[in-house]
């Protein structure tokens, strides 16, 4: 009896240590977005304000950081404003969309300039994006650019023909797909393509 009574409060003791935990857990994963949002924008401003070029020198969020602000993302009729990335790859894709390494240079009269987010958080939003609407690129040196949502559509992951260059400016968005789904990767894509407005 006397074990019993033991293990059944260690049992007990356990459960609340989880639950706890798990509490905690809960509010400590938005408290870590809203501080890395607000370094993300202070390092955006910093690049700004030094029109620091995207190549590898900008000014990092957090001192080991491995990225840096590329550009901001802004899409008005769904009230989206992102800080970008450099690199779509690794932790950089947890605190905001990146810029896929090899893509075009923003502001480039040609070329196709690719950005990636989690379809989840970031890049939620692609999802309701239509044809004729609106996104809007600034790049390190303030500059808007201007694009037009051509079309969306949905392709293997393997199907890297949405990275390529192309020959006017085009702006490529991609995420995983389908939305909404418990887990992560899977081997189809979400992609809008958009195309430079004169």
Known sequence: MFLRS????????????????????????????????????????QTLEHQTPDVGNGHRPWPWADTWPVARLRVPAYGIDQVVLAGAEGESLAWAPGQVAGSARLGSEVGNVALAGHRDTHFSFLRHLQQGDEVIVIDSAGVEHRYQVEATSIVDETDVGVLEPASRAVLTLVTCYPFDVITPGGPLRYVVRAVAMV
């Open 6 to 45: 033991v293990a059944g409060s260690l049992v007990t003791r356990c459960l609340v240590i989880a639950g706890v935990l798990c509490l905690a857990w809960g509010f400590y994963l938005p408290a870590k977005a809203r501080v890395g949002q607000v370094l993300l924008q202070f390092a955006w401003q």
